[in-house]
């Protein structure tokens, strides 16, 4: 790993950032981020196989697991806590593991990315099997806590993906199916929660929506398994209940707050039409 020189380490275009004006500097941030989505449209047929081999062992009873560290980290957990209330998911499906434990999540959690026997331990406390897929998200692709959870499901017959974000890494190379996005030096050198992490996070808005629209948690375009969590929620359901069976506002609510989703709602009306 230490012979493995990442690309997000690479040195900044740009230098004497303190002495930009605040235009300057939101402006060449800008610029380096209108890069990010090019890069990530280079690897979406890797991306695509790495959906189609979640899909096919998420229909089958498995389960979508993400380890990674520091940022990293953060965005994985951040997009499996985002699927039950988008897609109506059990929060059991997707899950997100981050290097240091929950605490990690607001506080750096020292050495803990540097763990190399911890993410196979902490995946362990799921009973995590082969009926399941492994994707380990690391912008180096040098994170010992990933590559060691990474290379231990592989050892025990789980499928294995990566996200990252430099060229012919160690993380990629232990993977079964990984995606690297190559989004080059950041603005500020090395701070990978900037153009890194904003390509992670597209990477897996794209994973999990493009799976859940394939296992059938999307209607049309309308997110009808989504749970009706606060006032937002039941207005944008009742617009939806409006628009499918052509009915008042007062009428769409009082279904949508019997039957708790839109989905369950258009399925009453369809039985009860039939």
């Known amino acids: 790993m230490e012979d493995h020189k990442p690309d997000t ?14 235009k300057e500097l939101l402006t060449n941030i800008n610029r380096e981020d ?15 196989v790495l959906v189609d ?11 979508l697991f993400y380890i990674g560290a520091g940022t990293s980290g953060r965005l994985g957990v951040l997009d499996a806590s985002e699927c039950p209330p988008t897609f109506g998911v059990d929060p059991g499906i997707v899950i997100g593991l981050i290097a240091g434990g929950d605490t990690a999540l607001r506080n750096a959690v020292e050495n803990a990315e540097d763990a190399t026997e911890q993410a196979w331990k902490d995946l362990q406390k799921y009973n995590i099997t082969d009926k399941d ?23 025990n017959g789980i499928i294995t ?34 153009k890194a992490g904003t ?8 994973i999990t929506t493009a799976s859940m629209i394939k296992l059938g948690r999307i209607k049309g375009n309308k997110m009808v398994d989504m749970q009706l969590s606060n006032h937002k929620l039941v207005n944008r359901g009742t617009r939806m209940i409006m628009e499918e069976l052509g009915i008042g506002e007062k009428k769409a609510e009082e279904l949508l707050l019997q039957h708790k989703s839109v989905r369950k709602v258009l399925e009453f009306s369809k039985n009860e039409n039939n």
């Open 9 to 22: 380490e690479k040195v900044s275009k740009y230098d004497h950032l303190e002495r930009m004006s605040s």
């Open 34 to 48: 209108q890069t990010v989505a090019e890069s990530v449209e280079k690897v979406i047929p890797k991306i695509e």
């Open 53 to 63: 081999k979640i899909v096919e062992m998420l229909n089958s009873g498995g389960r």
């Open 133 to 155: 897929v492994l994707v380990g998200i690391a912008a180096s692709g040098t994170t010992p806590y990933v590559i060691g959870g990474i290379k231990k499901a592989r050892e």
């Open 161 to 194: 993906g990566c996200i990252t974000c430099s060229a012919n890494s160690p993380l990629a190379q232990a993977s079964q199916f990984p995606v690297d996005v190559i989004t080059g030096p950041e603005f500020v050198t090395g701070s990978t929660r900037m």
């Open 199 to 206: 390509a992670q996070k597209m990477v897996l808005n794209m």
